[in-house]
Protein backbone atom coordinates (compact mmCIF):
# COMPACT_ATOMS: atom_id res chain seq x y z
CA UNK A 1 0.00 0.00 0.00
CA UNK A 2 1.53 3.33 -0.72
CA UNK A 3 1.92 5.89 1.95
CA UNK A 4 -0.42 8.87 -0.04
CA UNK A 5 -3.65 7.21 -2.20
CA UNK A 6 -4.82 10.04 -4.97
CA UNK A 7 -7.43 8.78 -7.82
CA UNK A 8 -5.44 10.06 -10.58
CA UNK A 9 -8.75 10.84 -12.68
CA UNK A 10 -8.98 12.04 -14.90
CA UNK A 11 -11.75 14.47 -13.65
CA UNK A 12 -13.84 16.32 -16.01
CA UNK A 13 -16.46 18.96 -14.70
CA UNK A 14 -18.22 21.85 -16.21
CA UNK A 15 -17.13 25.92 -15.97
CA UNK A 16 -18.70 27.10 -12.41
CA UNK A 17 -19.30 23.40 -10.76
CA UNK A 18 -18.00 22.58 -7.18
CA UNK A 19 -14.52 20.89 -7.10
CA UNK A 20 -13.61 18.06 -5.11
CA UNK A 21 -10.16 16.16 -5.01
CA UNK A 22 -8.86 13.74 -2.05
CA UNK A 23 -5.59 12.23 -0.62
CA UNK A 24 -6.00 9.14 1.85
CA UNK A 25 -2.37 8.49 3.66
CA UNK A 26 -1.59 5.32 5.61
CA UNK A 27 0.92 7.17 8.27
CA UNK A 28 -0.81 9.09 11.57
CA UNK A 29 2.58 10.96 11.59
CA UNK A 30 1.84 13.40 9.09
CA UNK A 31 1.26 16.60 10.03
CA UNK A 32 2.02 18.98 7.35
CA UNK A 33 -0.82 18.68 4.42
CA UNK A 34 -0.35 20.50 0.95
CA UNK A 35 -1.89 21.25 -2.06
CA UNK A 36 0.09 21.43 -5.47
CA UNK A 37 -0.78 22.60 -9.02
CA UNK A 38 0.72 21.92 -11.91
CA UNK A 39 0.27 22.86 -15.51
CA UNK A 40 1.33 20.90 -18.27
CA UNK A 41 4.73 21.00 -18.64
CA UNK A 42 5.52 23.23 -15.62
CA UNK A 43 6.73 22.96 -12.09
CA UNK A 44 4.18 22.53 -9.19
CA UNK A 45 3.21 25.77 -7.62
CA UNK A 46 2.05 25.69 -3.84
CA UNK A 47 -1.79 26.37 -3.58
CA UNK A 48 -2.55 25.68 -0.34
CA UNK A 49 -0.51 24.38 3.31
CA UNK A 50 -2.12 23.07 6.37
CA UNK A 51 -0.74 22.36 9.70
CA UNK A 52 -3.09 19.56 11.55
CA UNK A 53 -6.69 18.99 11.50
CA UNK A 54 -8.92 21.76 10.23
CA UNK A 55 -10.22 23.89 7.39
CA UNK A 56 -8.47 26.71 5.46
CA UNK A 57 -9.78 28.91 2.31
CA UNK A 58 -8.32 31.35 0.12
CA UNK A 59 -10.28 32.82 -2.35
CA UNK A 60 -12.35 29.96 -4.27
CA UNK A 61 -9.93 27.25 -3.05
CA UNK A 62 -10.56 25.82 0.92
CA UNK A 63 -8.28 22.70 2.19
CA UNK A 64 -9.62 20.28 4.68
CA UNK A 65 -7.82 17.50 6.97
CA UNK A 66 -9.12 15.26 8.53
CA UNK A 67 -6.45 13.47 10.77
CA UNK A 68 -9.19 10.99 11.98
CA UNK A 69 -10.01 9.45 9.43
CA UNK A 70 -6.45 10.16 7.33
CA UNK A 71 -8.35 12.10 4.76
CA UNK A 72 -7.47 15.55 2.85
CA UNK A 73 -9.51 17.30 0.48
CA UNK A 74 -9.16 20.60 -1.60
CA UNK A 75 -12.50 22.18 -3.12
CA UNK A 76 -12.84 24.53 -5.53
CA UNK A 77 -15.46 26.52 -5.91
CA UNK A 78 -16.92 28.20 -9.04
CA UNK A 79 -13.96 26.06 -11.69
CA UNK A 80 -12.88 27.72 -14.29
CA UNK A 81 -11.15 26.49 -17.61
CA UNK A 82 -7.84 27.63 -16.19
CA UNK A 83 -8.14 25.86 -13.31
CA UNK A 84 -7.58 22.40 -15.53
CA UNK A 85 -4.44 21.02 -14.44
CA UNK A 86 -3.03 18.05 -12.41
CA UNK A 87 -3.55 18.79 -8.35
CA UNK A 88 -1.17 17.07 -6.19
CA UNK A 89 -1.69 16.66 -2.75
CA UNK A 90 1.76 16.28 -0.56
CA UNK A 91 2.81 15.46 3.36
CA UNK A 92 5.29 16.05 5.76
CA UNK A 93 6.29 15.35 9.11
CA UNK A 94 7.28 11.88 10.14
CA UNK A 95 10.02 12.20 12.82
CA UNK A 96 13.88 12.58 11.25
CA UNK A 97 12.76 11.91 7.11
CA UNK A 98 12.82 15.50 6.34
CA UNK A 99 10.72 14.77 2.99
CA UNK A 100 7.40 15.38 1.26
CA UNK A 101 5.47 12.61 0.06
CA UNK A 102 3.53 13.47 -3.14
CA UNK A 103 0.17 11.84 -4.39
CA UNK A 104 0.14 10.70 -7.72
CA UNK A 105 -1.64 13.51 -8.77
CA UNK A 106 -5.75 14.00 -10.04
CA UNK A 107 -5.86 15.69 -13.61
CA UNK A 108 -9.13 18.20 -13.61
CA UNK A 109 -10.04 19.26 -16.95
CA UNK A 110 -12.91 22.29 -16.40
CA UNK A 111 -14.99 22.42 -19.79
CA UNK A 112 -15.92 25.80 -21.04
CA UNK B 1 12.71 37.51 -10.42
CA UNK B 2 12.53 33.91 -11.07
CA UNK B 3 12.83 32.14 -7.84
CA UNK B 4 14.04 28.62 -8.85
CA UNK B 5 15.89 28.25 -11.79
CA UNK B 6 16.73 25.46 -13.62
CA UNK B 7 18.87 24.70 -17.12
CA UNK B 8 19.18 23.08 -19.13
CA UNK B 9 15.15 22.85 -19.84
CA UNK B 10 15.37 20.42 -22.36
CA UNK B 11 17.87 17.58 -22.68
CA UNK B 12 18.26 14.84 -25.18
CA UNK B 13 20.90 12.36 -25.14
CA UNK B 14 22.38 8.81 -26.13
CA UNK B 15 22.62 6.31 -23.82
CA UNK B 16 26.39 6.36 -22.20
CA UNK B 17 26.49 9.81 -22.37
CA UNK B 18 27.07 11.73 -19.07
CA UNK B 19 24.72 14.95 -18.72
CA UNK B 20 24.62 17.45 -15.75
CA UNK B 21 21.45 19.60 -14.61
CA UNK B 22 21.90 23.09 -13.26
CA UNK B 23 19.69 24.70 -10.23
CA UNK B 24 20.10 28.26 -8.59
CA UNK B 25 17.16 29.81 -6.42
CA UNK B 26 17.41 33.40 -5.43
CA UNK B 27 15.18 33.06 -2.48
CA UNK B 28 17.63 32.97 0.22
CA UNK B 29 16.68 29.06 1.19
CA UNK B 30 18.81 26.58 3.18
CA UNK B 31 16.90 23.48 1.70
CA UNK B 32 17.34 22.32 -1.92
CA UNK B 33 16.13 19.12 -3.12
CA UNK B 34 16.26 17.09 -6.77
CA UNK B 35 12.42 15.38 -7.37
CA UNK B 36 12.12 12.96 -10.30
CA UNK B 37 8.70 12.94 -11.66
CA UNK B 38 7.93 9.86 -13.68
CA UNK B 39 5.35 9.67 -17.05
CA UNK B 40 2.68 9.24 -14.61
CA UNK B 41 3.42 11.98 -13.12
CA UNK B 42 4.65 10.63 -9.90
CA UNK B 43 7.32 12.92 -8.39
CA UNK B 44 9.41 11.14 -5.95
CA UNK B 45 12.38 12.99 -3.94
CA UNK B 46 16.18 11.65 -4.86
CA UNK B 47 17.97 13.86 -3.01
CA UNK B 48 18.08 16.99 -0.33
CA UNK B 49 20.87 19.34 0.48
CA UNK B 50 20.86 21.64 4.18
CA UNK B 51 23.59 24.29 3.90
CA UNK B 52 25.10 22.41 1.31
CA UNK B 53 25.37 18.97 3.92
CA UNK B 54 23.66 16.09 1.96
CA UNK B 55 20.21 15.15 4.08
CA UNK B 56 18.37 12.79 2.12
CA UNK B 57 19.82 10.34 -0.65
CA UNK B 58 17.04 8.18 -1.54
CA UNK B 59 17.46 4.93 -3.63
CA UNK B 60 18.97 6.25 -6.40
CA UNK B 61 22.04 4.48 -8.51
CA UNK B 62 24.73 5.79 -7.98
CA UNK B 63 25.47 6.93 -11.28
CA UNK B 64 23.34 10.18 -9.59
CA UNK B 65 25.72 12.67 -7.74
CA UNK B 66 24.20 15.82 -6.74
CA UNK B 67 26.91 18.55 -5.40
CA UNK B 68 25.96 22.18 -4.00
CA UNK B 69 28.94 24.40 -4.17
CA UNK B 70 26.76 26.65 -2.14
CA UNK B 71 23.68 26.66 -0.57
CA UNK B 72 22.14 28.45 -3.71
CA UNK B 73 22.78 26.15 -5.96
CA UNK B 74 22.36 22.48 -6.49
CA UNK B 75 23.42 20.40 -9.49
CA UNK B 76 22.89 16.99 -10.58
CA UNK B 77 25.32 15.05 -12.52
CA UNK B 78 24.31 11.85 -14.30
CA UNK B 79 26.79 8.80 -15.80
CA UNK B 80 26.27 6.53 -18.25
CA UNK B 81 22.79 7.37 -18.70
CA UNK B 82 20.22 5.07 -19.32
CA UNK B 83 16.52 4.49 -21.69
CA UNK B 84 14.89 4.18 -17.91
CA UNK B 85 16.26 7.64 -16.87
CA UNK B 86 13.49 9.22 -19.15
CA UNK B 87 11.96 11.30 -17.24
CA UNK B 88 11.28 14.90 -15.73
CA UNK B 89 13.77 16.50 -12.70
CA UNK B 90 12.76 18.88 -10.66
CA UNK B 91 14.68 21.16 -8.31
CA UNK B 92 12.90 22.83 -5.33
CA UNK B 93 14.03 24.77 -2.63
CA UNK B 94 12.63 25.81 0.93
CA UNK B 95 13.57 27.43 3.98
CA UNK B 96 13.46 24.80 6.50
CA UNK B 97 13.99 21.41 6.05
CA UNK B 98 10.68 19.50 5.23
CA UNK B 99 8.39 18.27 7.89
CA UNK B 100 10.67 19.95 10.60
CA UNK B 101 7.93 23.35 10.32
CA UNK B 102 5.97 25.74 8.73
CA UNK B 103 8.81 26.58 7.00
CA UNK B 104 9.44 23.65 4.78
CA UNK B 105 7.24 24.52 1.83
CA UNK B 106 9.21 24.33 -0.78
CA UNK B 107 9.39 25.62 -4.28
CA UNK B 108 9.95 24.19 -7.58
CA UNK B 109 11.70 25.12 -10.76
CA UNK B 110 9.91 24.57 -14.00
CA UNK B 111 11.73 21.50 -14.72
CA UNK B 112 14.01 19.78 -16.72
CA UNK B 113 13.20 17.00 -19.22
CA UNK B 114 15.47 14.55 -20.29
CA UNK B 115 15.10 12.60 -23.10
CA UNK B 116 17.51 9.28 -23.35
CA UNK B 117 17.95 7.65 -27.15
Known amino acids: QKEVEQDPGPLSVPEGAIVSLNCTYS??????FMWYRQYSRKGPELLMYTYSSGNKEDGRFTAQVDKSSKYISLFIRDSQPSDSATYLCAMSGTSGTYKYIFGTGTRLKVLA | DTAVSQTPKYLVTQMGNDKSIKCEQN?????MYWYKQDSKKFLKIMFSYNNKELIINETVPNRFSPKSPDKAHLNLHINSLELGDSAVYFC????????????????FGPGTRLTVL
Open chain 2, 92 to 107: ASSLGLAGVSSTDTQY
Open chain 2, 27 to 31: LGHDT
Open chain 1, 27 to 32: NSAFQY
